[in-house]
């Protein structure tokens, strides 16, 4: 360790900090080490916490908060309201084909694809490979056992990864974490990739809300699941 | 909650090798504690129940520290011994590696050095320094090749008043660590108004590390 980090904790704290120095944090500013170090300093912190939207001033344009969007009406969208998804709805023609909606939900184990490739976090997640929560009775259906290497595909592209039975799932519905590598080193999914599965039709409402990035609904994907020999 | 904490502070404090979990979280029925051969999950997060009719609760397991220890019966030089406060510990300078003890424990919570064992980082990030206690060699950062390794309770904390790392690391303070013999003890007071169980109890170890009972079982249904 030490040849990594060569400093007392001390002496990165002043070397981040800055303390005492011209140019030091703000929150330290005109303060010793000596001072922060002994006693209760008063840091030089604003005496509120920040709180989102304190001032109560919303950047809307009758700069309340709007439960009714005039801006939206165009879409159609300009109270919050149901609408079919686009894809995954049993009124979809597609259905009969791919009839179960694919999730690609988070874990905990990871944060989107940051932390997925370390060692003691993929000994506790699965060795690190992607797998497929399914119902039992989905899978019976379908003459896939536990554990089984399963191909889940749509129109749109393929994922493999083996099948995981969970009561927790409900029937209808299939789930591969996302989030995992397939890089020239790390493949977390035996062939493909869960977002080969997922549609990138963008809400067009979105696109026109200030400070908001446009996305799609990656929950909103129909898929078919079959067992894969060997 | 299952999240891991307690079991990845532990890999880190004691330099467990890639592979070795001294201590680990198994995916239960609540309450089912007492038969955790049987009810534990074949996967973590794979709840019990049929949907949508599920139970779900996190069990640790780590060493037990048994009052009535097999493994410490079994060896056959005395290297697992008893300290006097009932913490259950490996002295690596007897251990001759019959492994009788990774057979005998009922809980399965040994783990032997085959091999030098590969550590991610590769430098030494926990206690890092050599422990006695009674004269015996009971932790060190890498143990050699061909001991059994497990649970210290992290004696090298306790003996100058902290609480085991799984303890302080909890981010919901599920973990109570105590005197047991102190009935005026949180331990002890928490084991009495609650109604703690031990695991495997039918089997006579007496542990030391008690479960208290799941107050609020999360029931899924529609």
Same mark, same amino acid.
């Given at each position: 360790m030490g040849s990594y980090f060569n400093q007392t904790p001390d002496?990165?704290?002043?070397? +981040?900090?800055?303390?005492?120095?011209?140019?030091?944090?703000?929150?330290?500013?005109?303060?010793?080490?000596?001072?922060?170090?002994?006693?209760?300093?008063?840091?030089?912190?604003?005496?509120?916490?920040?709180?989102?939207?304190?001032?109560?001033?919303?950047?809307?344009?009758?700069?309340?908060?709007?439960?009714?969007?005039?801006?939206?009406?165009?879409?159609?969208?300009?109270?919050?309201?149901?609408?079919?998804? +686009?894809?995954?709805?049993?009124?979809?023609?597609?259905?009969?084909?791919?009839?179960?909606?694919?999730?690609?939900?988070?874990?905990?184990?990871?944060?989107?694809?940051?932390?997925?490739?370390?060692?003691?976090?993929?000994?506790?997640?699965?060795?690190?490979?992607?797998?497929?929560?399914?119902?039992?009775?989905?899978?019976?259906?379908?003459?896939?056992?536990?554990?089984?290497?399963?191909?889940?595909?749509?129109?749109?592209? +393929?994922?493999k990864v083996r099948a995981r039975f969970t009561e927790g799932i409900k029937p209808g519905?299939?789930?591969?974490?996302?989030?995992?590598?397939?890089?020239?080193?790390?493949?977390?999914?035996?062939?493909?990739?869960?977002?080969?599965?997922?549609?990138?039709?963008?809400?067009?409402?979105?696109?026109i809300i200030p400070n908001f990035r446009s996305n799609a609904a990656y929950y909103d994907c129909l898929v078919q699941v079959q067992r894969e020999d060997g | 909650m299952g999240c891991w904490t307690c079991a990845v502070g532990c890999k880190a404090i004691n330099d467990e090798p890639l592979g070795y979990w001294w201590n680990r979280i198994l995916t239960t029925e609540p309450n089912g504690s007492a038969q955790v051969a049987t009810s534990a999950s074949p996967a973590i997060d794979v709840p019990h129940g049929v949907f949508p009719n599920l139970e779900l609760a996190y069990l640790p397991v780590a060493c037990q520290h048994c009052n009535n220890a097999p493994c410490q019966k079994v060896?056959?030089?005395?290297?697992?011994?008893?300290?006097?406060?009932?913490? +259950?510990?490996?002295?690596?300078?007897?251990?001759?590696?019959?492994?009788?003890?990774?057979?005998?424990?009922p809980?399965?919570?040994?783990?032997?050095?085959?091999?030098?064992?590969?550590?991610?980082?590769?430098?030494?990030?926990?206690?890092?320094?050599?422990?006695?206690?009674?004269?015996?060699?009971?932790?060190?950062?890498?143990?050699p090749m061909g001991v059994m390794e497990k649970c210290t309770l992290c004696v090298e904390r306790i003996d100058v008043g902290e609480e085991p790392f799984c303890v302080a690391v909890c981010p919901v303070g599920a973990r109570v660590f105590g005197d047991l013999n102190d009935p005026q003890s949180e331990v002890s007071t928490l084991i009495n108004e609650e109604g703690a169980s031990q695991l495997l109890a039918q089997l006579g170890t007496d542990p030391n590390i008690y479960y208290l009972p799941v107050r609020h079982p999360d029931k899924v249904s529609e």
């Open positions: 002496e990165y704290i002043r070397m +981040i900090l800055r303390i005492g120095q011209k140019d030091a944090d703000p929150t330290v500013k005109g303060l010793t080490f000596a001072q922060l170090t002994h006693g209760a300093p008063h840091l030089n912190m604003p005496t509120i916490p920040y709180v989102p939207f304190f001032d109560k001033k919303f950047p809307t344009k009758s700069g309340k908060i709007e439960f009714y969007v005039e801006m939206l009406v165009p879409y159609h969208q300009e109270i919050c309201d149901y609408q079919e998804p +686009i894809e995954a709805t049993a009124s979809n023609p597609l259905f009969k084909k791919y009839p179960l909606i694919f999730l690609s939900t988070h874990t905990r184990f990871r944060t989107h694809s940051q932390y997925t490739h370390l060692p003691w976090l993929e000994e506790i997640n699965n060795s690190g490979q992607g797998f497929l929560e399914i119902n039992p009775k989905d899978a019976h259906d379908r003459g896939i056992q536990d554990g089984d290497v399963v191909k889940i595909f749509n129109d749109r592209g +393929i994922l519905i299939v789930n591969c974490y996302q989030g995992g590598w397939d890089t020239v080193r790390v493949h977390q999914y035996i062939e493909g990739h869960p977002n080969n599965l997922t549609h990138q039709i963008a809400n067009p409402a979105q696109s | 060896c056959p030089v005395g290297a697992t011994f008893r300290r006097e406060d009932g913490v +259950i510990l490996i002295d690596y300078e007897r251990c001759i590696g019959c492994r009788y003890c990774l057979a005998a424990c809980y399965g919570v040994r783990i032997f050095n085959w091999g030098p064992g590969e550590r991610v980082p590769d430098f030494i990030i926990g206690y890092g320094e050599d422990y006695r206690t009674e004269g015996r060699l009971v932790f060190e950062p890498v143990r």
